[in-house]
């Protein structure tokens, strides 16, 4: 196409002012690549109109260009896509606000541990208490495990099929004295229980006595307190007892029984 | 801010997509004026154009990077964002307003006014061209630069044939250079 035909087609014209169409823009282009005198007509247009519009401009206020450029690095300035500007709404969480919310965490802290400390002092004393409670308890089993034990001996010997249950009586017939004897023929082990006596006269103590082959042998001696309820006392071993026998004797027993003294007797 | 260094357009086009300041200040005293003249003559109020331009200058320092050489001339790019944003809020404000309902004629009436009545021309050389061109040369212009007509829509304002549109666009802007010179 001629050059002098483009250009006096009105095609440069519409470019400048923004009429074209994007086919129209790009052969615009390529002409001014080829044709230096096409890319002149357009700048002599676009000089043209750039001094119409600046004649008709009234003057900028002098601190605009100033009050522009201090806006160019500010991106909390935003254009929207209608050309108003609009500032975003300032964050209100300034230093004042962040100070006044570390004090109020600071008292609320403060609040908690006082009160976490209390717990913490209350469950100290909690846990001696009950620690106190469980060392006392296991006291309290340790005593009953031996009383148990011991009542399981007792039984033993109770249940025992070659205990044999021996009752002393008073060689007196008007007093009611009275003991249990529980001998094993087969262990030899004898028990006394359930005693029933005066208290003895000072610095003596009751002794019993097996009778065996018509000959008194000693079998111990013992004291009121410890012979009470199911509680055996256990006492010497005996063997081929035909009988049982206590005596008075002094503190400590005698080795041969002072028959003056007798008051209790049973038979085997 | 101001600086004495000329730049051609490739220059200046690529040192703005860099960052440079100095070169947007440049294209800013370069077109600052045009575009400014453009706005006032959509909006018609000097305080409200100031407000435009500025938002026109911040839209193209950041959209810089969207220009395409290929696409048009850099001053027709900026003369579309100056021209659309002025458009825009002459209708936003017209809603607004609820004011009379501006017909095509009226817009061109009111470019007239502003033309005839309300700007004060920076220089007598140029009252005198602006004076001396003929009004239907003036009217065209106007229409095609100011107020985004396209070439069917001039030739349905202006009840002329389409094919003497571009023309007469052509005639007008030939007797501005002339004046110009």
């Known amino acids: 196409m001629d050059i002098n035909t483009i250009i006096s087609s009105g095609l440069l014209e519409s470019y400048v002012l923004g009429y074209s169409t994007a086919e129209e823009n790009v052969q615009v282009k390529e002409l001014c690549a080829k044709h230096p005198e096409i890319l002149l007509e357009i700048e002599a247009i676009e000089h043209a109109l750039i001094t119409y519009a600046s004649a008709s401009a009234p003057e900028i206020s002098g601190a605009f260009k100033e009050n522009l450029f201090s806006q160019l690095n500010d991106k909390t300035v935003q254009t929207k896509n209608d050309g108003s500007v609009f500032t975003p709404v300032k964050s209100v969480f300034s230093y004042k606000y962040a100070i006044a919310a570390t004090i109020a965490l600071l008292v609320v802290s403060s609040v908690f541990n006082f009160l ?45 099929p070659n205990t044999k249950l021996v009752k002393l009586e008073s060689t007196v017939a008007t007093a009611n004295s009275m003991a249990l004897i529980y001998w094993n023929s087969n262990t030899y082990h004898t028990y006394i229980s359930d005693v029933q006596l005066p208290t003895p006269p000072e610095g003596k103590q009751y002794q019993l006595w097996a009778i065996v082959n018509g000959k008194p042998v000693d079998a111990g001696v013992f004291d009121l307190a410890i012979t009470n309820g199911i509680d055996l006392k256990k006492m010497k071993e005996t063997s081929g007892v035909q009988a049982f026998a206590v005596t008075i004797e002094n503190k400590g027993g005698s080795l041969t029984p002072t028959l003056t003294t007798m008051c209790l007797l049973g038979n085997v | 801010m101001l600086t004495k260094i000329k730049y051609t357009e490739e220059e200046l086009i690529t040192l703005i997509k860099g960052g440079n300041q100095n070169a947007f200040s440049y294209l800013y005293d370069n077109y600052s004026k045009a575009l400014f003249g453009v706005i006032y003559n959509i909006v018609g109020n000097d305080a409200e154009a100031e407000d435009i331009l500025q938002n026109v200058f911040l839209k193209i320092w950041r959209n810089f990077y969207s220009y395409k050489e290929e696409k048009g001339r850099l001053f027709t790019w900026m003369l579309n964002i100056a021209r659309n944003s002025a458009i825009d809020y002459t209708r936003s404000r017209q809603n607004k307003m609820n004011l009379k309902n501006y017909s095509s004629d009226n817009l061109v009436n009111e470019i007239n006014k502003v033309h005839s009545n309300n700007v004060s021309y920076d220089h007598i050389g140029l009252k005198k061209v602006l004076t001396e061109l003929k009004e239907d040369h003036q009217t065209i212009i106007d229409l095609a630069y100011y107020k985004g007509y396209t070439q069917v829509e001039i030739a349905q304002k202006l009840n002329l044939p389409f094919g003497t549109v571009k023309t007469k666009v052509r005639q007008a802007i030939i007797t501005l250079r002339k004046k110009i010179k």
Do not use: G, P, R
Request: charged share 25%; aromatic share 6%; proline share 0%.
């Open chain 1, 116 to 160: 976490f400390y209390s717990k913490m002092q209350k469950t100290t004393a909690e846990l001696s208490m009950l620690s106190n409670d469980k060392k006392q308890y296991a006291n309290q089993l340790k005593i009953q495990e031996s009383t148990l034990k011991s009542m399981q001996e007792d039984l033993a010997v109770l249940t025992d």
